[in-house]
């Protein structure tokens, strides 16, 4: 599978997880499961016994799931936490032994709850546990692309050719640009940020004093920008810094200095408007400071 063909699955996958609540969540995380782990078992509710508090495990590791897919994770945050500790106790009165606790949480890309996090931590100090943590959107998305071609295929379903798509936009690029560009600045946000000491790398590429206070700018937004890259699954930051990195390779052959920051911005705007080369420049203010775009300058030893 292709870096494109990829692109449309993390794009069918996002939108059945994004539909998915209860049982239909449950189900996607089980097939999954069953592919990654030969020894994983659900374990479906039976009679009036029901499931025992346990969605699935895995026997032999004595690793442990339980599924939560509320309609509204915002509004369902305390009882994620009422059912979590709650499911725990249940769990242990019945299964033995429980080396490693998971509860698999579609938050749909938004990430958990702080209140979540520290909940489960208690549980796994409290019960001496190897491990406790939480599985989420992200994380089944990881796991799912980890998968040969063909078992990803029976998860997110049918790909179209990318060679017939004409008017559905599926850029990478553009997901994370559509994203920024809906970015409110909170207040209060700005003065906390620390900004990169990076006058030198300015120096060194060729860069003016303006352009460097656009990449300044841009990189208040970096908090919001790593917050969104990290509720989605790996696949998006890994394709996202090759495309950017790709970009200035490409333009370096013909631009430098402040004409090939600007052949950037323009090569990766979806349009020639102020708002999207903003959010492209929020972009490559993150990559400049890792050096995927620009050259780091040489040190004295390397010169």
């Known amino acids: 599978m292709n870096s494109q063909e990829k692109s449309l699955a993390r794009q069918l996958f996002q939108n059945k997880l994004n539909k998915a609540d209860g049982q239909a969540f449950e189900d996607i995380f089980t097939a999954i499961m069953n592919y990654a782990e030969p020894d994983f078992q659900q374990i479906k509710p039976w009679g009036n016994i029901g499931d025992r508090k346990n969605d699935g495990y895995i026997k032999t590791k004595g690793i442990f799931y339980q599924v939560f897919a509320p309609e509204d994770i915002q509004k369902s945050y305390p009882n ?51 491990s ?37 936009d599926y850029s990478i690029l553009n997901e994370v640009i559509g994203h920024i560009m809906q970015l409110s600045m909170k207040i209060g946000e700005a003065e906390k940020i620390i900004l990169p000491e990076w006058d030198q790398k300015i120096q060194f590429n060729g860069l003016s004093e303006p352009i460097s206070h656009l990449l300044n700018h841009g990189y208040f ?9 990290k509720n989605n699954g790996d696949f998006l930051a890994d394709a996202l810094r090759n495309k950017m990195n790709e970009i200035y390779i490409q333009e370096k052959a013909l631009n430098q ?47």
């Open 80 to 130: 994620a936490i009422i059912k979590l500790q709650k499911d725990f106790i249940g769990l242990k009165t019945h299964w033995t032994p429980i080396n490693e606790f998971y509860f698999v949480l579609n938050d749909k890309f938004q990430g958990v709850n702080a209140g979540c996090d520290k909940a489960i931590q208690e549980i796994k100090t409290t019960h001496n546990l190897k």
């Open 132 to 168: 406790a943590g939480f599985l989420t959107a992200k994380d089944l998305e990881n796991i799912l692309f980890e998968l040969d071609d063909d078992q990803i295929l029976s998860i997110t379903g049918f790909i179209p050719d990318p060679a017939n798509i004409k008017i559905l």
């Open 221 to 229: 937004q970096w908090k919001s920008l790593d917050e969104y890259l």
């Open 257 to 303: 200095g402040d004409k090939l920051f600007w052949a950037i911005v323009n090569v990766a705007s979806p349009r020639a408007a102020s708002m999207c080369q903003e959010a492209v420049i929020v972009i490559m203010s993150k990559y400049f400071e890792t050096c995927d775009i620009f050259e780091e300058p040489k040190k004295d030893d390397e010169v």
